[in-house]
């Protein structure tokens, strides 16, 4: 490879950056933009990028959180670099090793809320909103118009955290869709999700949350926030209750408008502003410390909301949930480590840990991520764990996309069979993105061409790239099952039976629709190891209807509150996703609800 400047053009969210790419030695040296009045987020996202990139001289690292695109862009940018270079990309897309977290029950969270050594500076406030997600945004604009002095602490160096790549919201009864002619009940809704859950909730939440709805979307497009449409969401809920942000992101349709209305209210945001620790005496929480402008801040409050995005970037409280984080592909925000609610669990408050609910699903490290409801993702193919044996209905998927993970985490491995002509004719729609581009919530077009060899180029690529040694192609299901250390006689008896359900069209084990049953008739064959992509964790911090924080005999903890997914009292394990966008209106409406009790409460200690 040869030493020089190779100058290429990144794609960027908002614009094409110019970057110049120093390469000596056969490696990445440095990675300059030549684009002037770059933005905050465009100078923070490539100084993390070229840091990652470097440090590990790979194009195969993680994207920075909440500007995936202009990311993505930097390593295709780099990437034609090595190739002007006459280098072998190859060479540069090893992954760092990833290796599976233990479950250390002796965390001590007791240093949230121990004072720091040194206090640099104090403040004062009514209000800290920890989180400026979609409800930290939520809970910032109704506290503008609340009149109290409010202060926002976002860990990242930018707003939006979760929200950015969040499709839009749940409504029922609103006028967008009395407007589309759309009709069902609010009751319909609750029996719904409580159904799903198997009662294992306080229906009060639920019904809290689905009355408000139509009154929240109402009040959302006051602030600014655009919605495009509602409908069923690709025809997978029940019930048409999904209003899509404009743009299908709350990056374009919520979170630009929000930040805009708070700011014009008033409200203080402040980003790359972690919060380090929870004010608590007497029982009662008087505000937080945070690392702001390199100094350790004070912030005297009458009350705290936490709003930050949960803990789905913590492998040690992901596993704690039962997950095996060994090649588990996290793609959620970086900050999300769940700091919030290791800062409610030593004030004493509920643990609620066994009600947590991830966003997770499937995916094979040496393909492209797919569209959570194809082929990949269970339906027509055939899975089995580690000891050749079925264990699931594969197409659990059809009827909740977050399903297909959960048979997962009771088992070692799981892997998906496949034959060549099943893939292309039910991926036919797979784009040819890396992995790393579609870590983009726009990455995925559900609606791509229809293009079987497209889709075959593809698997031909990946089966000889085999990244994570995830993927492998043989003539027999004997030599298939060799490939991955399966038991030979087990895998092929189970793949036989299998094929005679499908022959006869009835799953005599696990009853899978027969439009599903499809047989794994003639090679070649493909044996893909299933690992998980996991993009936040939903819930955790116990609370009551009015969004205080409880301790474990239901008293409410002064002070303290928690809204969006550091709360979420009415799931139980699973995200009913059933019903497009509950968890977008959840946080919507706990965001303001926790700062109207909060300002009564503020407003009872003058």
Not at 61 to 68: E, F, L, N, P
Not at 110 to 122: E, F, N, R, T
Not at 148 to 158: D, M, P, Q, S
Not at 335 to 341: E, M
Request: charged content about 25%; hydrophobic content about 35%.
């Amino acid at each position: 490879m040869k030493d020089g400047k190779f100058v290429e053009q990144a794609k960027g969210m908002e614009r094409p950056l110019t970057l110049s790419i120093d390469i000596k030695d056969n490696k990445i040296v440095q990675i300059k933009s030549q684009t002037n009045d770059m933005s905050t987020l465009e100078e923070n996202t490539l100084n993390k990028m070229s840091n990652r990139i470097i440090k590990d001289q790979s194009i195969s690292v993680d994207t920075v959180s909440g500007a995936t695109v202009s990311s993505n862009g930097i390593l295709d940018a780099t990437q034609h670099a090595i190739k002007d270079a006459g280098g072998n990309i190859h060479d540069f897309e090893h992954q760092v090793q990833k290796s599976e977290e233990t479950n250390d029950e002796s965390d001590n969270y007791a240093k949230w809320i121990k004072k720091p050594s040194h206090i640099d500076k104090v403040e004062n406030t009514d209000l800290v909103i920890v989180g400026s997600g979609i409800s930290g945004l939520s809970a910032a604009v109704q506290a503008g118009y609340e009149d109290i002095k409010t202060i926002v602490l976002e860990k990242n160096g930018f707003v939006g955290g979760n929200g950015l790549g969040v499709e839009g919201m749940m409504g029922a009864q609103t006028a967008m869709q009395k407007k589309a002619g759309i009709n069902f009940s609010k009751q319909e809704v609750v029996e719904n999700e409580l159904k799903t859950i198997q009662y294992q909730a306080d229906g009060s939440f639920w019904v809290d949350l689905v009355n408000n709805t139509a009154e929240n979307i109402d009040w959302l497009q006051k602030q600014g926030v655009q919605f495009d449409r509602v409908d069923d969401y690709h025809h997978t809920c029940p019930l048409p209750t999904f209003h899509w942000f404009k743009g299908g992101r709350g990056a374009t349709g919520y979170v630009p408008f929000m930040e805009k209305k708070a700011k014009e209210l008033g409200v203080d945001i402040r980003t790359s502003s972690p919060v380090i620790g929870l004010i608590y005496e007497n029982k009662t929480v008087k505000g937080v410390y945070a690392n702001i402008d390199d100094q350790v801040v004070q912030i005297n409050a009458k009350a705290v909301i936490f709003a930050s995005g949960g803990f789905g970037q913590d492998k040690k409280l992901v596993h704690r949930q039962g997950w095996n984080t060994k090649n588990m592909l996290f793609v959620g925000m970086k900050g999300s480590t769940g700091d919030a609610y290791k800062m409610a669990i030593a004030a004493g408050a509920k643990d609620a840990f066994d009600r947590s609910a991830p966003l997770i699903t499937n995916y094979i490290q040496a393909l492209p991520l797919g569209n959570g409801r194809d082929l990949l993702s269970g339906g027509p193919a055939l899975w089995v764990n580690q000891d050749g044996v079925r264990f699931t209905d594969e197409s659990i998927t059809d009827r909740n996309a977050i399903l297909q993970s959960q048979p997962f985490k009771f088992i070692k491995h799981g892997y998906l069979v496949f034959t060549r002509k099943m893939f292309a004719k039910y991926e036919a729609n797979l784009q040819d993105l890396t992995e790393e581009q579609q870590k983009s919530m726009q990455g995925i077009d559900q609606f791509a061409d229809q293009d079987e060899e497209r889709a075959l180029r593809i698997l031909d690529r990946s089966v000889k790239e085999n990244k994570g040694n995830s993927l492998y192609k043989a003539d027999t299901l004997s030599e298939l099952a060799e490939k991955v250390g399966l038991p030979v006689d087990d895998f092929v008896a189970q793949a036989k039976r299998y094929n005679q359900y499908c022959q006869n069209g009835e799953d005599e084990e696990y009853g899978k629709d027969r439009k599903f049953l499809v047989a794994l008739d003639e090679g070649p064959y493909y044996i893909a190891r299933l690992d998980q992509s996991y993009a936040i964790s939903i819930g955790g911090i116990g609370e009551n209807r009015h969004f205080e924080v409880i301790d474990d005999n239901w008293n409410k903890i002064p002070g303290l509150y928690a809204a969006g997914i550091d709360s979420a009292m009415q799931y139980k394990e699973i995200y009913t996703i059933n019903l497009g966008g509950s968890c977008c209106a959840h946080c919507v409406n706990s965001g303001r609800h926790a700062v109207m009790n909060a300002t009564e409460y503020i407003k009872s200690l003058d």
